[in-house]
């Protein structure tokens, strides 16, 4: 039986679990978090099951890992489960780990699909902007309250802005690390929101009437990401939303990544 491992989000990850989960493979996925690990599993109590060392879980044909690995842990995961086949289905923005499981799989040899999520068409009326920092470079020529969504690790980027700590509301994950971060770079109170997605096109708009913004920064990360409640959000609302575009990537769709992986079943 071929060993497949997924490098997965919360959203494509499932799917593909899903879709793949009666095929005659063994299935490995590495999430970085505990809270990844309940969004894949169908019951959470399955989440709160050891199975082994490391935060691991098995059901059925699938072994779920929980925790961070830098590439020279996801090279050993690799040669120890002797993994015949890598999908990297991780957040579109997460390029230093889509670079280490590339790096990982060249020096194992272990043939890489990098998972594309769907293409987000672009909209009149928005800002985009390249990259976070070009955001930051774009808000600090304005005035208003502006709504960050873009996630924790970023946030010191937007310590640039005059008159940050007064201007800027942060909606972080509501774990130790994003909050710590936040209060860090001194958003708190009622400057910090932190909340577990996914987010309503209503939550947005209360969301952005809680907070008085004038701007919403967000990340193209499509259906997916709730890109789309937000921009209906901030439409509706009268919001200026600002995306941050998804890097420029060569990879496999959802369907051919399904065929990638049945076809190796069968050799």
Known sequence: MKHILIF??????????????????????????????????KEPEEARAPYAKHGEVQAGNLNIIAGRMKEVEMKNYIRRQEIDLVVDATHPFAREVTKNIKEACRETGVPYIRLLRKPVQKEEGLIYVSSIEEGVEFLEKTEGNILITTGSKELAAYAELTDYRNRCYARVLSTKESVEESVRLGLEGDHLIAMQGPYSEEMNIATIHH???????????????????????????????VVVERPKEEGCTFEETVERIHACSLQ
């Open 8 to 41: 997965a989000g919360t959203t494509e990850g499932k799917e593909l679990m899903e879709k793949i989960k009666h095929f005659p493979v063994e299935v490995f996925v590495s999430v970085a978090t505990e809270y990844g690990k309940e969004c894949l599993l």
């Open 211 to 241: 907070v008085k913004a004038s701007w919403l920064i967000t990340k193209e990360s499509g259906s997916a990401g709730g890109f789309e409640d937000k921009a209906r959000a901030a439409a509706k609302t009268g919001t200026v939303l």
